[in-house]
């Protein structure tokens, strides 16, 4: 019996090694991690992330207490890292679900009504496509000033259109299958026809395209607090530290190689694991 319960875990681990490639394994491991982080960032951080001590500036990685330094005000970059890793999360997922629904209902509605509503979604999606988003960004904040809540709804409104047509497509196919066709000879309402019985079938395509919005609006937002109009101190995101560490990166590069490294890797990880994902879930690919 014991013998038995030694051998399974290996025989586990290799049974999840050949299901999942390695490196979409690495990706899972790191974007679990990100989580744990963003979620218990409070219990993680050593310092607070506005703690100043100017004895203490630009000291190097690995000195003790001060595992990844500290900035050009003595702070603690681990700590700030910590906090900017949830910031970041948070605005990309609230703003990928505000993009996801946004479109997903227009899209449904133009597979629904057709006609000028269908002309008028697909005009949209087009105008949206066309128009250079970062430069559109930048215009709104200039105006409005910046907070968190802006920056998230207006990342909200990149790459909706990607799902209304997404959604348009396939809700228009749904429609002509069986399925549908049945449901709604039995008397069921239209909210009632795409909540319950398209919007499950359709799901797994969003759910890819969300995976493939996510690290680009991680890359959105780390621009705009580069420049100074994203998320606004005292509060910290990943864009925002490596804005402020550009200015020492000759001196104290680890103020802004810390960030770009988790940028890096969290977005590739996201973007390898949607490709893998599609490819799973993609019937047409298998």
């Not at 989580?35 to 607070?48: M, N, S």
Request: with cysteine; net charge positive; glycine share 8%.
């Amino acid at each position: 019996m014991s013998d038995t319960a030694a051998i399974a875990p290996p025989r586990l681990i290799r049974r999840i090694r050949m299901k999942v490639p390695a490196l979409i394994l690495f990706a899972m491991i790191w974007l679990g991690g990100m989580i744990l982080v963003a979620i218990f960032a409070d219990w993680l951080r050593p310092y607070d992330i506005t703690a100043m001590n100017l004895q203490n500036r630009l000291v190097p990685m690995g000195t003790p207490g001060h595992l990844l330094g500290t900035d050009e005000l003595g702070r603690d970059v681990l700590s700030r890292l910590l906090q900017s890793i949830r910031v970041s999360l948070v605005i990309a997922f609230c703003a990928t679900i505000i993009s996801a629904v946004f479109g997903t209902t227009l899209g449904f509605l133009a597979a629904q009504f057709r006609g000028w509503v269908e002309h008028l979604v697909v005009a949209l999606a087009d105008f949206q496509a066309a128009l250079p988003f970062m430069i559109m960004s930048l215009a709104v904040l200039a105006f409005f000033g910046s907070s968190t809540w802006l920056l998230v709804c207006l990342m909200g409104f990149y790459g909706w259109e990607r799902y209304a047509r997404i959604a348009r497509g396939l809700a228009i196919s749904a429609s002509a299958q069986g399925y549908a066709a049945a449901v709604v000879q039995l008397g069921a309402k239209p909210s009632r026809v795409y909540l319950r019985h398209i919007l499950p079938n359709v799901a797994s395509t969003l759910i890819v395209s969300m995976t493939l919005t996510f690290p680009e609006i991680i890359l959105m937002e780390s621009g705009l607090s580069f420049l100074g109009l994203g998320v606004q101190p005292p509060e910290s995101s990943l864009g925002n530290m490596v804005g402020f560490g550009r200015e020492y990166l000759a001196r104290a590069p680890w103020i802004m190689l810390a960030p770009s490294f988790v940028i890096v890797l969290t977005t590739l990880s996201i973007s390898l694991l949607g490709d893998w994902l599609r490819d799973r879930l993609d019937p047409t690919i298998r």
